[in-house]
């Protein structure tokens, strides 16, 4: 940011960080990203300040490399206080609920698709958004092959599996590309599985946060209906405190927490069924009543949750009376109920902090 202070809007008014333009930093090893956003008309006359931007960022040690991209889709975000501007997305979706978490591999994924799937045994319309653009899992775990149909090629019609339609970025991209993120950036990509994707009608759409960055939850709750957001995370007290970052970000644009869900919470023995807490235990449970958040449930770490997700049958399809199934129900159950009693949406007051 203080690098991209020297870069000046040829317009006038000041440098292009003052101005509100430069969002989305990604910055993976020396691999860096970021966008620019810009008044549509002006898109093609600013190539020469996207360059600027670029060169002086590749200036900086340890920069292996530099993406920015033009953004043409909203007017920057000022600093005060301010009620969503842009356009409701998803009109026929009656809830949104993100699933996230502090930080990578605490189980995100495979919780959000368990309990997507639990919600729609549970008689509902439920859709899966994978919006973890680095690292796209559903592919993976609804065993999907295939790449979304677009009769029309604007709409894209997300993909039906397990009773689930289901949307991710990794359809679009094969397995092994690197998720660099060139072209629109993750606000952009995350923006367009919501604007371009042809949800139709859904009591539930179950979102799959990207971890860290607090854009993608911003983004996420100017636009849709966002009802909650559920924050996924291990035992350990190093988990936990990302926990509480991921919970964070959610409140500081003004997002309900629904609650935190304990995973990998402890470990039954397939051979003896004794049970082990690995990584101790009831720490979420602990720690969500210190912030005072609901504590949803816990789902034990588990060979069977493991290889029915890695193998593109998640658990509660592949053997849906398992105890583990069951677990995801209860969760999925609370989650609903709540649902209910809020009417689905949450009121959309947003401060942007
Ligand atoms: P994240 O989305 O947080 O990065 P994933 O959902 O991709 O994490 O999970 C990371 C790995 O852990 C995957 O191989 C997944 O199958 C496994 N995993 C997730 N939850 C459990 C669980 N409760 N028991 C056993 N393995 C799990």
Redesign the pocket.
């Known amino acids: 940011m203080e690098t991209l202070r020297a870069i000046r809007d040829p317009a006038g008014g000041g440098d292009i960080v003052a101005l509100g333009m430069v969002s989305g930093i990604v910055v993976r090893g020396g691999n860096v990203g970021f966008t620019i956003e810009v008044d549509p008309a002006r898109g093609p006359a600013l190539e020469p300040l996207r360059k600027a931007a670029e060169e002086a960022v590749r200036k900086l040690p340890g920069v292996l490399s530099v993406t920015a991209v033009l953004t043409a889709h909203r007017a920057p975000v000022p600093e005060t206080p301010r009620r969503p501007a842009g356009p409701a997305y998803l009109p026929g979706v009656t809830s949104v609920i993100a699933v996230a978490?502090g930080?990578?591999?605490?189980?995100?994924?495979?919780?959000?698709v368990n309990l997507a799937l639990a919600l729609a045994a549970g008689g509902r319309a439920v859709g899966i958004l994978d919006a973890?653009i680095f690292?796209p899992?559903l592919p993976t775990?609804m065993g999907i092959r295939r790449r979304p149909a677009s009769p029309d090629g604007k709409k894209i019609i997300p993909i039906d599996q397990h009773g689930l339609r289901c949307m991710s970025i990794g359809f679009m991209v094969p397995e092994e590309t690197p998720m660099i993120w060139r072209g629109p950036m993750v606000m952009g990509a995350l923006e367009q599985m919501l604007r371009d994707v042809e949800w139709g009608t859904l009591d539930v759409l179950v979102v799959?946060m990207p971890?860290g960055t607090g854009d993608a939850q911003l983004t996420l709750s100017q636009r849709v209906p966002l009802a909650g957001a559920v924050i996924?995370s291990t035992p350990q007290d190093l988990a936990l405190i990302d926990a509480r970052r991921g919970l964070n970000m959610f409140r500081k644009v003004d997002v309900p927490v629904l609650g935190i869900i304990e995973?990998?919470s402890y470990f039954i023995c397939p051979h003896c069924g004794g049970r082990s807490d690995i990584f101790t235990h009831g720490g979420a449970r602990k720690e969500a009543e210190r912030l005072g958040v609901e504590f949803l449930g816990e789902?034990?770490?588990?060979?069977a949750?493991?290889?029915t997700?890695?193998g593109g049958t998640p658990i509660v399809i592949a053997a849906p009376d398992s105890p583990q199934a069951k677990a995801y129900a209860a969760i999925a159950e609370r989650i609903g109920a709540r649902l209910a009693a809020d009417g689905g949406r949450a009121a959309p007051r947003i401060v942007v902090q």
């Open positions: 978490s930080k990578g591999g605490v189980g995100k994924s495979t919780t959000a973890d690292g899992s775990m799959d971890p996924v995973n990998m789902i034990p770490l588990d060979m949750i493991r290889e997700a890695d």
